[in-house]
């Protein structure tokens, strides 16, 4: 795999990430803000947008590459998502859901590499 | 709090529909790409010369409704507990290719699927909790 894929698959990722962790901050503010709020729109743009850039470079890698081979990078997004709303958006994690995400990304890679 | 809308409104129902959606995109997806790849040429990387297969197009019509059906959940569920439940879709595929498409299945590949499956009913669990609270 050259650099360029490798760089590729983790701006994929990073962008994927960071479009979930807007969206739900998007979300949770209409309950109080409603959705006609300009915040409200603004992000749900920037998750959008990230969404498809994501989008477009996944179909590009697919195009060389097998899916079993890029759904290993895709099963991290699940600890990575786990652990930025933990930060970003102060939800609550305990053991059992930290073991689960990671039980969840290793048997994605399990399941793709094998 | 708001309350939890009940029926098509369900969160948990609209996370089943968002999922469906994934699973048979993911396929649409990597047919329709594989159709029209072409590797040769500059642009290919970005993917946006898979936009010549409909199965694509098909494929992004079941994202966007997958994706109106994701932000509907993420309203009303924490994201440390929908994401991971909505990664079912990673053991559904290689499933519905065993199932469907007479795939065989390593022994690895069933190990994978056990620690998914193992993570899912941990994340699942605290659900209960959940439910009370909304």
Do not use: H
């Not at chain 1, 498809?52 to 899916?67: E, K, M, N, P």
């Amino acid at each position: 795999m050259s650099f360029l894929a490798f760089f590729l698959i983790v701006v994929s990722l990073v962008s994927y990430v960071a479009a979930q962790i807007i969206l739900k901050r998007a979300m949770d503010a209409t309950k109080t803000s409603g959705f006609r709020d300009v915040r409200f729109v603004w992000r749900i743009t920037v998750g959008i947008v990230l969404m498809t850039i994501s989008f477009f470079l996944t179909l590009g890698l697919l195009q060389r590459f097998d899916l079993s081979y890029l759904y290993p990078f895709q099963g991290l997004s699940v600890i990575f998502i786990t652990l930025m709303a933990a930060v970003m958006l102060k939800e609550k994690l305990n053991t059992r859901l930290v073991v689960g995400a990671l039980l969840i990304s290793a048997g994605i890679v399990l399941v793709s590499m094998s | 709090m708001q309350n939890r809308p009940a029926g098509f409104g369900n969160p948990w129902l609209q996370l089943v529909l968002s999922i469906a959606c994934v699973l048979v995109s993911e396929f649409l997806l990597k047919r329709g790409a594989t159709e029209v790849a072409d590797t040769d040429s500059a642009w290919s990387w970005t993917g946006i010369n898979g936009l010549a297969s409909p199965l694509v197009w098909w494929a992004i019509l079941l994202i966007v409704a997958s994706f109106i059906s994701w932000l509907y959940v993420l309203r009303y569920i924490p994201i440390t507990i929908a994401f991971p439940l909505s990664r079912v879709v990673d053991i559904l595929i290689p499933l519905g290719c065993w199932i469907f498409l007479g795939e065989s299945i390593s022994t690895l590949r069933w190990c994978g699927i056990a620690l998914v499956v193992i993570g899912l009913a941990l994340v699942a669990k605290p659900i209960a909790q959940i439910e009370e609270r909304l």
